[in-house]
């Protein structure tokens, strides 16, 4: 799963309230929804799902299969299939990292273990000593190190600007800032041989409260894992071996390009504290000093060596999607939900939240279909694998039924669903009216009050990192993402390790798992809405709103690149998008199917054929992951990539698409 990145480009609604009340009474079906969703049933659940590890291709990944599929089955869904997906995947063997001196001799060697903790009863693992990067590949490598932040573009210029160079070394970084994959990614561009990621107590750790068992933030030994694929640039399985073809024709890119050249380990801040001490040279900018009590110094580490060795074992495995569906009176126009069921190892909040939820929702919607309810639209109830890996289990589907998809309504993705308790979304902005509504049918457990009066209605725009990704960047269907999360806006402390389990959940976070009883609430009513709706609940109004920020966006990128680029013709298109907008909420007389589709499928209208420069794969011009960014989101992205690279003629034929397929957007809402 993901962590959405504090400082993403969002688009605010102004008036919350307004669409809140806008929006229709609860009908008698909703109603009936609302009474099933359980705290308790969700408790079950979720403590069954995270009693063994079940990492994406393993045994207890697929006995979580057999079990989602078989409570899918007992609550009353119509029809259930486990499917089973080819994958490559990569498991680790054994690592070391050692410290020596400039006589080889041994300095310091890491732990590389996260420790048993009486308080979590699941935290004997094999996996605690087994901490890895996904699709890191196998290597030995020694040499001085150099610390890089984030290991961001702008921190590697940073370096550059210092004259400390990060060629033939192995670099150190730090968590947070963009998808760990491209911290990997932008330090092998520049020469180095190595990499090392670090969780700083600043992001996750005690910075932010008393960490784990005591508080919910992340101990010292503590260790993030995660995958290491160049997310930005193709999502999805990187060798792709359910296509003939493999990855090569739908990403522009063979396997071996989506993937590190060089090892990369995650590690814990204690592992890292004596190689951090080691640095030698000038104290680091004030944006790169982190939380632990040193003075953080950039390298290199003159006199001291870093021996990282790395074995991980890659195969080509089966992954497990399990795909339910209630066929509705309209079977072409359907509804997707999703939640991966994969995890780093336990996934307690990533993702199994989230799953516990979404088996609340289909027991919800099951007992509707027991009194003989049949929706509007079909809706598909879908548990992906392989997400954590790379978005592999969805992105398959995704493109092995892009032809029933060429019809969908939208999809609705909840991922991490409750590691904190402030609602954040992410989403396409034209649902976003209808997600104000819904938010005010449910109350939040804390304060009682409705959900729709404590959102300040921000949606985040969607980059990557969750199942999301096909439905929107590729395929063009609207999308959003949604989560409880921390208040102070911090990723929440035990992502990815072993002590994100049951016993994490329940003892620091959703004691009485009313906010996942919430959550189920939320994603059920949204999707009814969507499903039952006679006339779809689409609002371009907040899609051209949204857009014009946007522009905004691009004007500020490009005074501080210094770039000079002509955006009136985009603003004229995005005027007419607004007037086709607007036109379209007050057509009462519209033959109804005819006004749902160009409602639902306006979205399509936004992707270029082409697909983004250099990264065909995603081809949504409005939005994107950051190109050194993964998670991250960039807004007119081809155009936005082009300003950051100075590049004006490539802006101006970016700005040309972008025009094109605003203008089309426009023609095909107005009709």
């Known amino acids: ?100 001196d400039d006589s080889g001799s041994l300095v310091y060697s890491a732990d590389l273990s996260e420790p048993i903790l009486p308080e979590d009863r699941t935290s004997d693992t094999w996996w605690r000593n087994h901490t890895f990067g996904g699709y890191s590949p196998s290597g030995s490598v020694e040499a001085e190190m150099v610390y890089a932040n984030f290991g961001l573009p702008e921190d590697f210029d940073t370096l550059a600007k210092m004259n400390v160079s990060v060629e033939g070394k192995i670099v150190i970084t730090r968590y947070g800032g963009c998808f760990r994959g491209l911290k990997a990614m932008n330090a092998q561009q520049r020469g180095a041989i190595g990499v090392l990621i670090y969780s700083d107590p600043e992001q996750d750790g005690f910075n932010q409260g008393k960490v784990f068992p005591e508080g919910p933030w992340r101990p010292k030994e503590s260790v993030q894992r995660g995958s290491m694929q160049f ?89 497990w999607n399990v795909i339910a569906k ?68 969805s992105t398959a589907w995704g493109e092995l039924q892009r032809e029933m998809l060429s019809t969908a309504i939208a999809y609705l993705n909840v991922d991490t669903g409750m590691s904190g308790t402030k609602f954040t979304a992410g989403a396409t902005p034209s649902l976003g009216a209808a997600l104000a509504g819904v938010l005010q049918a449910v109350i939040d457990p804390n304060t009682g009050v409705p959900l729709s009066e404590l959102w300040d209605g921000s949606l985040n725009t969607l980059g990557s990192g969750s199942d999301y990704t096909v439905f929107l960047d590729h395929l063009g269907i609207p999308s959003i993402d949604m989560r409880f999360s921390p208040q102070s806006g911090a990723p929440y402390g035990t992502y990815h390790s072993i002590y994100d ?90 033959e109804v199917n005819d006004l749902n589709d160009r409602l639902a499928f306006t979205e399509r209208r936004f992707l270029a054929e082409e697909g983004l420069p ?44 972008s025009v094109k397929r605003v203008a089309a957007a426009a023609a095909y809402l107005s009709g």
């Not at 480009?9 to 969703?37: G, T």
């Not at 990403?251 to 590690?267: K, W």
């Not at 966006?553 to 770039?563: N, P, Q, R, S």
Request: net charge negative.
């Open 614 to 657: 250099g990264r065909k794969w995603f081809k949504h011009v409005l939005q994107a992951p950051g190109l050194y960014k993964g998670y991250g989101s960039d807004v007119f992205p081809g155009v936005m990539q082009a300003i950051r690279e100075k590049n004006v003629d490539m802006a101006t034929k970016q700005l040309d698409v």
């Open 1 to 100: 799963g993901c962590i959405p990145m504090p400082g993403d480009p969002f688009y605010k609604i102004a008036d919350v309230s307004a669409h809140a009340l806008n929006s229709p009474d609860l009908s008698s079906i909703e109603k009936e929804f609302l009474k099933v969703p359980s705290n308790e049933t969700a408790r079950a659940n979720l403590k069954e799902i995270t009693s063994r590890p079940h990492v994406a291709g393993t045994e207890g990944d697929f006995q979580t299969a057999v079990y989602v599929r078989e409570q899918l089955t007992k609550y009353g869904i119509p029809q259930v299939q486990l499917e089973a997906v080819p994958a490559s995947l990569a498991y680790p063997v054994s690592r070391s990292l050692d410290l020596k």
């Open 231 to 319: 997310l930005s640039l193709c999502a999805g399985d990187p060798g792709r071996p359910y296509l003939s073809g493999g990855s090569e024709p739908v990403c522009g890119f063979n396997s071996t390009q989506l993937i590190p050249e060089i090892p990369v380990l995650p590690i814990s801040w204690g592992d890292a504290l004596p190689l951090l001490e080691s640095l030698k040279g000038p104290s680091a900018p004030e944006n790169f000093q982190g939380s632990i009590n040193m003075t953080y110094r950039v390298g290199p580490s003159t006199g001291r060596r870093a021996a990282l060795v790395i074995q991980n074992r890659f195969e080509t495995t089966p992954i």
């Open 501 to 590: 389990s049951f016993d994490w959940m329940q003892r620091t976070t959703d004691p009485e798992f009313k906010y996942h009883e919430a959550m189920a609430q939320v994603w059920g009513l949204l999707c009814l809405r969507l499903a039952d709706s006679e006339i779809l609940p689409f609002n371009h109004t907040l899609q051209a709103n949204a857009m014009k920020s946007y522009v905004h966006d691009l004007e500020h990128a490009a005074k501080d690149a210094g770039v000079s680029i002509n955006l009136q013709e985009l603003d004229e298109v995005v005027e007419e998008f607004e007037k086709a907008a607007a036109k379209v909420l007050d057509e009462g007389s519209a």
């Open 326 to 393: 209630i066929p509705g009176e309209m079977d072409s126009r359907p509804v997707v939900i999703g939640n991966h069921r994969d995890a780093w190892v336990y996934g307690a909040a990533d993702p199994n939240s989230g799953t516990a939820q979404m088996l609340e929702v289909a027991r919800g919607f099951g007992s509707l279909v027991k009194k003989g309810w049949k929706p509007k639209r079909s809706i598909y109830i879908c548990s992906w694998d392989g997400e954590e890996y790379g978005l592999l289990g």
